[in-house]
């Protein structure tokens, strides 16, 4: 490929001018033109000394009422110009920061300076700028696109003022054996660069099309003005040509010292990021990570490349400002570069109980589950013990730690402690020796066995972090998942390894499981779990020293929420935070060395060898928690004697309705179990009793939590019976080490109330636990809106506290209906609805605006009706009278929505969509 | 007494001294109002209610209303003379009359909607009448097919549907235009209004029932708010007696109870004992068919009110309902009888010495 551009129409100069007025969102005061003296870099400056370059920049400083906390120096990108900061101007001068918005040279408003600028001159560029405006104080640079490697080089030539870090979809290296992005090669490809950037406006119309949504109109128009002609196009041409992407480029040497020199910033940084980004991919993202590892990150589902129009980035910008930069300011050392952020995440990353909790810690302390009356529950919690102490501690134990009932089709395989410790150690060597670092990502599709448990725990050992998304999440949503976490390694079954290669997930792979050498190969599978043990025991054979251990604050592992209120988000779990959960579940169980436990239910058998527990996975398709049946349950209790069963809600259900094929045998071996939890969505009392008849001896438990923390409380049937009826679900008392508070819903259904534990007051559940996920992933904002009250976590359910300190459950705060009589929370009304005869499952939904919304009940008929309708009047007659606020109208469905994980969680939101669609007129289609 | 919001009435003071107390009064004192419109339904409720607060009421229609207490002016609106002396001597009025339908030439609608109703606040004025409550309907704001959730939006005369909601917006937006602080006006919209003795709605339900010729368009899941009859009158009255704040803007009057359009039928059916509707049309076909028997009555006016039209189809199969809560919080005013009261309410009526069947 030819380095740089090709001598063309260059010598066009034009001056800089103003945007034409009436600009939607542009504030024609902000347009500024500024005379700048050329920076004369090596003595060759053509005009010599005295010539100047004329900018056009936007400049809210008239706009910012009070002190200047200090300015954000945006950069815009190719072929854009300073208009893409507009709402950031806007919300910047609230906030009190002055916003700098240039246009760089050649480009937008600013002068056609007939020559080519490089990275190297447009950094010098952008000082020469800056000398000239004579910025002082802190300066937070905002880069976006090609202006990311601009505004960072700026960034390092000025460590006296830079206070902090802003990018979006960007880079600052382009690796040359990594692929250049398609599109954008396609661009760059020989006679294809000229006309496609410069004589046609096509590379500027396809960056407008690929905006999610699409741009208005107007805001189109906006991004062409500056760019009508040919000759005020040149210069996107140029910065096209400007990609260094191979060693022999003029401004190859320049970035290679930029991406060397990011390394050393200390500064605050902020990663925003547009997923559907055809040319900056997830792995920029990555490169940036590596460059700048205590940035915040937040990625925006859905969002892509012109992601200051897809996103809210200037709400985003000024959150984190306020939380990053402000305590900042006033004493900021000499020199940023040396200065390292102390910690990664918003509010409390410990989690203590900060002053605001105090509120929530009732003076008899019913609320506090922590059993030594610890009031601050984590800063006295047991000490942390690593996730494998047990391993080790029983590498030469012979007895049984896991039993697989039927792996691949043949008998039940039982694997020792002894083999367990060694299978884990061989394998966390054998990642080592093959590459694998402490804080890469491994994703695990591998159902759960002997297979999943002796990889997890060697990626634990290792440091290595593991990405745990499963088949729950549905192809689509786990495929979002894996991408967003973004692992260096995936380890899967054949069929996971398909699905990667075809989603093109760019990681490792390593096959669990066996293959024919030309599938391997077609699959991309670098080597399989036999291989890699097999690696490991020749690295342990030259270096027997023990591999080095992560510690407690080290990142463990990503898990991902059922996304049944929006894409699956990831949570990650440092070491303490995994071996507190280990602690919780063992406690609030009975669990020890000496327990064996049947798990029906993914995340806790995970959990067995750190408590030091025998576990065994019955035969079913863990995939589907249907088809767990009565006598595979029997089978697996059997062949360990196992006093603990974990069954999701669904296999229970399926338990129940297969309960007639138990032989005596079954029966007998079922009498032996003393504890039998179901967990994962809202458990019925009904189905606790029904499976409670056929474990006579066992105490039926339900914990309550969500992937961010679990268990949160847990509640035994009799707990549920003594509770009697109430508003929602009664989930019981908090677990050990776990504190609930309450915030407040006010009229518009907001919880703004402060934590607090007044019973009997509806809002937001708030935990705060030393088992809490430590924060969403690459989800800052996210996580910052939970983490918004100093110590708790906010949970996005809503509920209340009896006077007992038991928590109820009322509902998701997203499915919160805001009627003209109030609040009105989902559970309590669907409650009392299924206690109806003829009626399944029923959801409570809200339709038309907030604010004015109606009740609608929407039920699930025995027998099941044929297809949607409205309900008869007979039930829509008894619905009414069941329930004791207004119900506009009685929907009956034949199946309602649920989550694809739990099979159990209604979508509700899903559903009052189709709701308000079915009563506004029109056939009724399914929901 | 219908209204259940507690405000009170005191006796009017004589001479100047009444006037004074009349501007400096928060509270309304009793006013001599007159109702326009009284020989239908909810003009009869209104002028009852607004007599039972005590306020002297004198009525004007075409025909008889015979509101025990109530003064009977009978004239036409498009009658000036007979506007004239219905409105001397008169403090406030509430007007309902308008002529009402779905089918016949605009050019009716205008003399008595527009023509009429421009007329009598030129008298009202001349009067000296200080409030002016205009009666008006949810249709003079909607350009689209359905209603969900939304506010009282502005009366739009070149987008509304149909001859009938096309001049009343023409005329509430004029009258709104005329409120000032001598003469204070204000546009009360009730919607779908029913109640003992409504000879529309309930009547040409039942009726259609009774030969099993109701049809429920797309199985009636529509979701539509409705008026009782004395809740609109109740209404009619806060309307009069609203506080300084509320005058100059529209409000929607509804139970505030939607319902599937399903759910409201059977309500009346039982009532009156008539079996409920049970089968269902498409409302695609409903409206096409709307669409021919209109063009055929067009051409043949002497026909009368055809059976369905295009706009009676949409009513009865898409959403009609509405933000309330401007008009509770201006008007000082909830609705006191539910569906449920209203349809027992209904049912005694229809079995005692009065009933029609």
């Given amino acids: ?927 | 007494m219908t209204s259940g919001s507690g405000r009170h009435v005191r006796a009017a003071p004589a001479g100047a001294a009444a006037d004074a107390a009349l501007e400096a009064a928060t509270d309304v004192t009793a006013e001599r109002v007159l109702v326009t419109g009284a020989s239908g339904m909810l003009g009869r409720a209104t002028a009852a209610a607004v007599a039972a607060r005590g306020h002297g009421t004198r009525s004007f229609q075409r025909g008889p209303a015979g509101v025990p207490g109530v003064e009977d002016v009978r004239g036409s609106l498009t009658d000036a003379g007979a506007v004239e002396r219905a409105v001397a001597g008169r403090t406030a009025v509430v007007h309902l009359a308008a002529k009402v339908g779905v089918t016949g030439p605009e050019s009716e609608y205008r003399a008595v909607n527009v023509d009429g109703t421009r007329a009598l606040l030129a008298a009202a004025r001349a009067a000296g009448v200080r409030r002016f409550v205009m009666v008006s309907s949810p249709s003079v704001a909607h350009v689209g097919t359905s209603i969900v959730g939304d506010g009282a939006g502005p009366a739009d005369p070149e987008r509304a549907r149909g001859p009938y909601a096309r001049t009343k917006a023409a005329a509430e937006l004029f009258a709104l235009a005329e409120d000032s602080p001598e003469m204070r006006v204000l546009a009360v919209r009730p919607h779908l209004v029913w109640g003992p003795g409504d000879r529309q709605l309930v009547e040409g339900v039942l009726s259609r029932a009774r030969r099993g010729r109701l049809p429920l368009l797309d199985g009636g899941a529509a979701l539509v708010d409705s008026t009782y009859v004395d809740n609109a009158a109740d209404a009619m009255v806060a309307a009069l007696e609203a506080p300084p704040d509320a005058w100059g803007d529209a409000y929607v009057v509804t139970n505030g109870e939607p319902r599937p359009v399903r759910d409201l039928l059977a309500g009346m059916c039982r009532a009156a004992g008539v079996p409920v509707p049970t089968w269902s049309v498409p409302a695609a076909v409903a409206r096409g068919a709307g669409g021919v028997i209109e063009a055929l009555w067009a051409a043949r006016p002497a026909w009368g009110e055809p059976p369905m039209t295009r706009f009676v189809a949409e009513q009865l199969s898409t959403a009609h309902w509405f933000d309330q809560r401007r008009t509770h919080e201006a008007l000082r005013w909830t609705p006191a009888v539910t569906l449920d009261e209203g349809f027992a309410r209904l049912a005694a009526h229809l079995r005692g010495p009065g009933a029609e069947d």
């Fill in chain 1, 1 to 927: 490929m030819t380095p740089g551009p090709t001598p063309g129409p260059h010598a066009v100069t034009l001056p800089a001018q103003l945007p034409p007025p009436g600009l939607p969102g542009l504030d024609p005061g902000w347009s500024r033109l500024v005379e700048v003296p050329r920076p004369d870099r090596d003595g060759t400056s053509p005009a010599g000394p005295g010539a100047v370059d004329t900018w056009h920049l936007l400049d809210n400083a008239a706009d910012v009422a009070g002190p200047v906390r200090g300015t954000l120096l945006c950069v815009h990108g190719n072929p854009t110009w300073s208009y893409l900061w507009r709402d950031l101007l806007r919300a910047g001068a609230a906030a009190g920061w002055r916003v700098v918005a240039v246009d760089q040279l050649g480009m937008g408003f600013s002068a056609r300076t007939g020559r080519v600028h490089r990275l190297a001159d447009r950094i010098a560029d952008l000082g020469a700028l800056t000398d000239t405006l004579g910025l002082t104080g802190a300066v937070v640079t905002v880069g976006h696109d090609w202006g990311g490697p601009v505004s960072l080089g700026w960034a390092v030539a000025h460590p006296e003022l830079l206070a902090g870090v802003v990018l979006t979809n960007t880079a600052v290296y382009q690796p040359l054996d990594a692929r250049t992005p398609a599109p954008l090669r396609l661009a760059m490809a020989p006679g294809v660069l000229g006309a496609s950037t410069v004589t046609t406006p096509a590379f500027l119309e396809t960056t407008l099309a690929i905006a999610h949504p699409p741009l208005a109109r107007d805001v189109r128009e906006a991004f062409r003005a500056p760019y009508r002609s040919a000759e005020r196009r040149v210069a996107v041409g140029d910065f096209v040509a400007d990609i260094p992407v191979d060693a022999a480029h003029p401004s190859r040497p320049a970035l290679e010292d930029l991406a060397a020199s990011v390394r050393r910033l200390r500064v605050p940084t902020l990663l925003l990021w547009g997923p559907r980004d055809p040319v900056f991919v997830e792995r920029f993202l990555a490169d940036l990570l590596d460059r700048l590892p205590h940035a915040d990150v937040h990625r925006f589902e859905g969002a892509g490349h012109l992601l200051p129009e897809d996103a809210d980035v200037a709400s985003a910008v000024v959150a984190w400002l306020n939380d990053r930069l402000d305590e900042r300011l006033d004493d900021r050392p000499a020199g940023p570069l040396d200065e390292r952020p102390d910690d990664r995440s918003t509010g409390d990353p410990a989690g203590r109980a900060a002053d605001g909790a105090a509120v929530g810690e009732p003076r008899d302390g019913t609320r506090d589950g922590t059993r030594d009356g610890d009031r601050d529950g984590h800063q006295a919690a047991p000490a942390y013990r690593p996730l494998w102490r047990v391993l080790e501690e029983r590498a030469g134990d012979g007895g049984v730690a896991l039993v697989e009932m039927a792996p691949a089709g043949r008998g039940p395989r039982s694997i020792s402690w002894s083999l367990l410790a060694r299978r884990v150690d061989e394998l966390a060597r054998g990642l080592h020796a093959s590459g694998v670092r402490p804080g890469d990502r491994v994703s695990l599709l591998v159902p759960p066995g002997a297979d999943l448990t002796a990889t997890m725990y060697a990626c634990l050992r290792l440091g290595a972090v593991v990405v745990v998304a499963d088949a729950g999440l549905g192809l689509p949503g786990l495929s979002r998942a894996v991408r967003g976490a973004r692992p260096d390694v995936v380890v899967g079954i054949p069929r996971a390894l398909a699905a990667a290669r075809a989603l093109g997930w760019s990681s490792r792979r390593v096959l669990a499981g066996h293959l024919p050498p030309a599938a391997r190969a077609a699959l991309g599978v670098e080597c399989d779990l036999v291989e890699l043990a097999a690696r490991g025991r020749a690295a342990r054979a030259t270096d027997p020293d023990p591999l080095p251990t992560p510690g407690p604050d080290d990142d463990a592992a990503i898990l991902f929420t059922s996304g049944s209120t929006g894409p699956a988000k990831g949570v990650a779990y440092t070491h303490a935070r995994m071996s507190a959960m280990a602690r919780a579940v063992g406690a609030a169980y009975d669990l020890g060395p000496r327990s064996g436990l049947v798990a029906a239910f993914a995340p806790f058998a995970l959990l067995g060898p750190a408590i030091g527990a025998t576990c065994v996975s019955p035969d079913m398709d863990v995939t589907s928690p249907r088809t767990l049946t009565a006598t595979a349950l029997a089978d697996a209790v059997a062949a360990i004697d196992a006093g603990v069963v974990f069954a999701s809600p669904a296999a229970l259900t399926s338990v129940v309705a297969d309960a007639g094929s138990l032989d005596d045998t079954g029966r007998a071996a079922l009498t032996g179990v003393r504890v039998f939890l179901s967990a994962g969505a809202p458990v019925p009392p009904e189905l606790l009793e029904a499976a409670g008849r056929l474990m006579p001896n066992a105490e039926p438990h339900t914990p309550y939590g969500m992937t961010e923390v679990l268990p949160v409380t847990d509640i035994s049937l009799a707990g549920i019976r003594a509770a009697g009826e109430g508003e929602g679900v009664c989930v019981g008392l908090p677990v050990a080490g776990a504190r609930l508070a309450i915030s407040a819903l006010d009229d518009d259904g907001a919880a703004t109330g402060p934590p607090a534990g007044t019973p009997g007051v509806t809002g937001e559940v708030l935990v705060s636990a030393p088992h809490v996920m430590e924060r969403y992933d690459r989800l800052w904002l996210t996580h910052r809106a939970a983490r918004r009250d100093a110590g708790w976590h906010r949970t996005g359910d809503v509920g209340h506290l009896d006077a007992e300190g038991r928590l109820w459950v009322e509902g998701r705060l997203a499915h919160v209906l805001t009627t003209p009589a109030g609040v009105l929370t989902p559970v309590g009304v669907e409650r009392r609805v299924e206690r109806l005869e003829g009626v399944g499952r029923a959801a409570a939904v809200g339709v038309g605006p907030r604010g004015v919304q109606q009740l609608v009940v929407v039920v699930e008929t025995v027998p099941a009706a044929r297809r949607p309708a409205l309900a008869d009047l007979e039930l829509t007659e008894r619905v009414r009278a069941a329930v004791d606020v207004p119900v506009a109208a009685v929907l009956v469905v034949d199946v309602l929505p649920t989550d694809v994980r739990h099979n159990s969680k209604v979508e509700r939101t899903r559903l009052a969509r189709w709701a308000e669609r079915a009563l506004t007129g029109g056939r009724i289609g399914r929901p």
